[in-house]
């Protein structure tokens, strides 16, 4: 029998989950059914949660290896979770409708993503379902889009001009790209738990759609960049203080809306390593 409750959000994805304490250690039966949740709805959301740092981290922990962020600083009590400060950082290029480090082989299965600190107004979130955008589209278009590839690259959201302003930076910077350099992924993926097809290709790291030439390919790729932001596909949260997301990074793209600056905005995510897109 379900111990949460879940308020389901739109037809294409996101639901309120009630009846957990994230703070604390999770039984078998609670993991199995956020697990259960999560590839029903795609994205997750949990009111009122009173979550330290390392305790997002163990929460995230339950369901796969982490992943620590080459770039983001870390927590210093928990390096597996990123700090997104606008203090610190520029986050504008988190204005775009984007999969989370696409540019590694096997990209991360969720992300956790908990309020720290928020603006008065704005700064809300939005995700998108890659499932509802390749539902969506002509049986031709699916027949030419499967089998195709599309080269994915690190450097397109992490621009040297921006992220290596400092001989420290620069070094990461570079390190990162040795060990990052652009691959490729099927530009529809497969998920590897529910067997649905999505749309895998992202405004934050895909550069081109490797088989067609490079005009075709460009204008195919807009096509779709801007199919996947058809509000019917995506819902639109807005945080409060205490506020946990938990999406399904294989079946979602997200969109942080720039629109509070000067404000400071703090988030905190733990990211769950994945496997190899097919």
Do not use: C
């Amino acid at each position: 029998m379900m111990s949460l409750t879940l308020t389901r959000l739109s037809p294409a994805l996101g639901a309120i989950v009630e009846g957990v304490d994230l703070a604390q250690p999770l039984t078998d039966s609670q993991q199995q059914e956020i697990h259960q949740a999560l590839l029903q709805h795609q994205v997750l959301f949990f009111r009122e949660q009173d979550i330290s740092p390392r305790q997002q981290r163990d929460f995230a922990a339950r369901f796969g290896d982490l992943h620590t962020h080459p770039i983001y600083p870390q927590h210093p009590d928990a390096p597996q979770v990123m700090i997104l400060d606008t203090d610190a950082f520029d986050l504008k290029d988190n204005a775009i409708w984007h999969t989370d480090v696409t540019f590694i082989e096997t990209p991360p299965a969720a992300a956790v993503l908990a309020a720290r600190q928020l603006p008065e107004f704005g700064g809300d979130t939005l995700w998108a379902s890659s499932f509802a955008a390749w539902d969506a589209l002509s049986d031709r278009l699916k027949a030419l889009l499967d089998g195709l590839t599309a080269t994915h690259d690190f450097t397109k959201t992490f621009p040297l001009k921006r992220f290596g302003l400092t001989p420290a930076d620069r070094e990461k910077w570079e390190q990162t790209r040795r060990d990052n350099p652009p691959l490729s992924h099927p530009v529809v993926r497969t998920h590897p738990e529910s067997g649905r097809k999505g749309l895998f290709v992202n405004g934050g790291f895909t550069t081109e759609i490797n088989e067609l030439p490079e005009e075709e390919g460009a204008a195919l790729l807009a096509f779709l960049l801007a199919h996947q932001a058809r509000p019917e596909f995506s819902i639109r949260w807005r945080w409060q203080a205490g506020d946990v997301a938990f999406w399904d990074n294989r079946s979602t793209s997200h969109y942080a809306v720039d629109d509070y600056r000067p404000t400071r905005r703090i988030m905190h995510r733990a990211t769950i390593l994945g496997d190899k897109p097919f």
